[in-house]
């Protein structure tokens, strides 16, 4: 059997957790605790060690799907859950004030694992900031030389982010 370990990674709210359950062919493994800091604002519960999830790829495959706690002060968890990781997925939250900036905390943080491997990008919550459509992500990309797949994704809905795992697991059969 071979197990294909994937992380997600993003800021707190972006859909880790979320995504990882619509995924997840098993009940998953979560380290929610109730939120003590101004993430309370945002939601009741917050990862602080990682999620974890499988998808059954085939008899003989499974995603282990990995996800890394949002806050900083959590951050000793993403070197842990990077190590022997295949690939990346950064949910981006467009939410966020600085969405663009939020990308490259996680992009430098695991630049040298992403280098080995293979990164895709999904930006959740697209709909809730009008003024920050996927065209824009598109172009800043472009403008600052990011090659790596980017699409909209809803981490309830398991079609977005079959779309974000393919174009993510075509990228490491490239490289």
Request: charged share 25%; hydrophobic share 35%; glycine share 6%.
């Amino acid at each position: 059997m071979k197990d294909i370990k994937i992380v997600f990674t993003g800021t707190v709210g972006s859909g880790k957790t979320e995504a990882i359950r619509t995924l997840s062919d098993t009940p998953i493994i979560s380290t929610e605790a109730l939120a003590s800091d101004n993430v309370k604002t945002l939601k009741e519960t917050t990862t602080v060690a990682m999620d974890f999830g499988e998808m059954k790829l085939d008899e003989n495959s499974t995603l282990q799907l990995y996800g890394t706690p949002g806050q900083r002060r959590f951050s000793y968890m993403w070197e842990i859950l990077a190590t022997n990781a295949l690939g990346f997925i950064i949910l981006v939250d467009n939410r966020r004030k600085s969405p663009f900036d939020d990308l490259h905390i996680y992009l430098d943080n695991f630049a040298k694992h992403i280098d080995l491997t293979s990164v895709a990008f999904g930006v959740t919550h697209i709909n809730d900031n009008p003024n920050r459509e996927m065209e824009k992500f598109h172009n800043y990309f472009s403008k600052n030389n990011l090659r790596h797949p980017i699409c909209h994704t809803d981490a309830r809905n398991k079609d977005d982010l079959v779309i974000l795992l393919s174009s993510l697991l075509t990228g490491l059969e490239i490289k």
